[in-house]
T-cell receptor
Framework: NAGVTQTPKFQVLKTGQSMTLQCAQDMNHNSMYWYRQDPGMGLRLIYYSASEGTTDKGEVPNGYNVSRLNKREFSLRLESAAPSQTSVYFC???????????FGPGTRLTVT | GIQVEQSPPDLILQEGANSTLRCNFSDSVNNLQWFHQNPWGQLINLFYIPSGTKQNGRLSATTVATERYSLLYISSSQTTDSGVYFCAVPPSNDYKLSFGAGTTVTVRA
């Protein structure tokens, strides 16, 4: 039981490049989330998916898109990366809304 | 949105000491989670504690939802307890976690 997995672990992009961060969970959870963590701060919610087939914006959605591919997988896409998107990105899942959230190991993204 | 305040921002402990971390929140919540972010960046679930008291080894937590605060107790601290401790809450009728800024704990041998 791997829990929540994320790929890649590290990524360096040039301004304007695009990429997709992948997240998968094997706990049969309904809800999934994407957060970003900037230095010295707590995590902020980018997008979430309450259940398969639904997605909603969180606190800081600008510059990102998401896809809930199926119940297991939730991807985050940066269409045109900017230096302000340099951050550590965490994916999380929970059994249902208002349940305990479990986090993946994070992706460290640098945009130069 | 809901405000989450953690105190103190930084804590330096000698190994073996006890400490209390506090989390205040500005609105009613359905649940509260405490996390430990270790020096490698991993977020580890410590407690899921909407109310009451829970214990797990040397750690325990108490949430008083009616008074909008939670406390995390670390007893007999060890160097492996170093890292950042976050509390996170969703507002009522919501499940998107809002995080505090964290308490950075350094335990010295």
């Amino acid at each position: 039981n791997a829990g929540v997995t994320q790929t890649p672990k590290f990524q360096v992009l040039k301004t304007g490049q695009s990429m997709t961060l992948q997240c998968a969970q094997d706990m049969n959870h309904n809800s999934m989330y994407w957060y970003r963590q900037d230095p010295g701060m707590g995590l902020r919610l980018i997008y979430y998916s309450a259940s398969e087939g639904t997605t909603d914006k969180g606190e800081v959605p600008n510059g990102y898109n998401v896809s809930r591919l199926n119940k297991r997988e939730f991807s985050l896409r940066l269409e045109s990366a900017a230096p302000s998107q340099t951050s550590v990105y965490f994916c999380a899942s929970s059994p249902q809304g208002m349940g305990e959230q479990y986090f993946g190991p994070g992706t460290r993204l640098t945009v130069t | 949105g809901i405000q989450v305040e953690q105190s103190p921002p930084d804590l330096i402990l000698q190994e073996g000491a006890n400490s209390t971390l506090r989390c205040n929140f500005s609105d009613s919540v359905n649940n509260l989670q405490w996390f430990h972010q270790n020096p490698w960046g991993q977020l580890i679930n410590l407690f899921y504690i909407p109310s009451g008291t829970k214990q797990n080894g040397r750690l325990s937590a108490t949430t008083v939802a009616t008074e909008r605060y939670s406390l995390l107790y670390i007893s007999s601290s060890q160097t492996t307890d170093s890292g950042v401790y976050f509390c996170a809450v969703p507002p009522s009728n919501d499940y998107k976690l809002s995080f505090g800024a964290g308490t950075t704990v350094t335990v010295r041998a």
